[in-house]
């Protein structure tokens, strides 16, 4: 079983529309919690840390359900600007393990 | 303030070549990584160094890569002699600690042929 993993999509959107995907990771220990956006050839960018008791930003949330081991992220009202991947990422003993992505495309 | 600097960006080799990737992290990030990332992969993790030290390589295969970071700021990645496996975006990332965020570099794209 991998380490972190995430629903491949693609979700495909229409603007304004709310998208929300999840990430299950497997170890319990596992001890922060990050969502990265990646564009096409582009690097990972921070998007979010995750807290325990869940955390807004904007048009983004994201939550911690340790219970069930996942995080997810939900994106309200999206714009196009929002089509990328969606990485998720979780630091266990220092070591950040990364899923493989959720494709998000939205269409005007 | 400057983010992580990687060069080159992009580079072209034939296998059984040597090739080296360098990484300038954000000023006061002790902790730098790198990563290597194949097509439609998240990162994954070959070295970890805190400060000078390299605390986990336990990814990094030692019998064609090494690392260094001499004065625990810039590092060096190099691999010797590259295989066409190798072909993949190798990022560098800094935190100021361990547990904390991390914050890429653009990478450097490389191409074994």
């Known amino acids: 079983r991998k380490e972190v993993e995430q629903d491949p999509g693609p979700f495909n959107v229409p603007e304004g529309a709310t998208v929300a995907f999840n990430c299950t990771y497997s170890?319990?220990?596992?001890?922060?919690f990050f969502w990265y956006r990646q564009d096409c050839r582009k690097e990972p960018k921070l998007l979010m840390s995750v807290y325990s008791s869940g955390n807004e930003d904007g048009r983004f949330t994201a939550q911690l359900n340790r219970a069930s081991q996942y995080i997810s992220l939900l994106i309200r009202d999206s714009k196009l600007s929002d089509s990328a991947t969606y990485l998720c990422?979780?630091?266990?003993?220092?070591?950040?393990?990364f899923g493989a992505g959720t494709t998000v495309t939205v269409r005007a | 303030e400057a983010g992580v600097v990687q060069s080159p960006r992009y580079k072209i080799i034939e296998k059984k070549q040597p090739v080296a990737f360098w990484c300038n992290p954000i000023?006061?990030?002790?902790?730098l990584y790198w990563y290597l990332q194949n097509l439609g992969q998240g990162p994954e993790l070959l070295i970890r160094?805190?400060?000078?030290?390299?605390?986990?390589d336990s990814q990094l295969p030692k019998d064609r890569f090494s690392a260094e970071r001499l004065k625990g700021v810039d590092s060096t990645l190099k691999i010797q002699p590259a295989e066409l496996g190798d072909s993949a975006v190798y990022l560098c990332?800094?935190?100021?600690?361990?547990?904390?965020?991390?914050?890429f570099g653009p990478g450097t794209r490389l191409t074994v042929l």
């Open positions: 000023s006061g990030h002790n902790t």
């Open positions: 170890n319990s220990a596992s001890q922060s």
């Open positions: 990422a979780v630091n266990l003993r220092s070591k950040l393990s």
């Open positions: 990332a800094s935190s100021n600690a361990p547990y904390n965020e991390q914050f």
């Open positions: 160094y805190e400060n000078e030290e390299a605390v986990d």
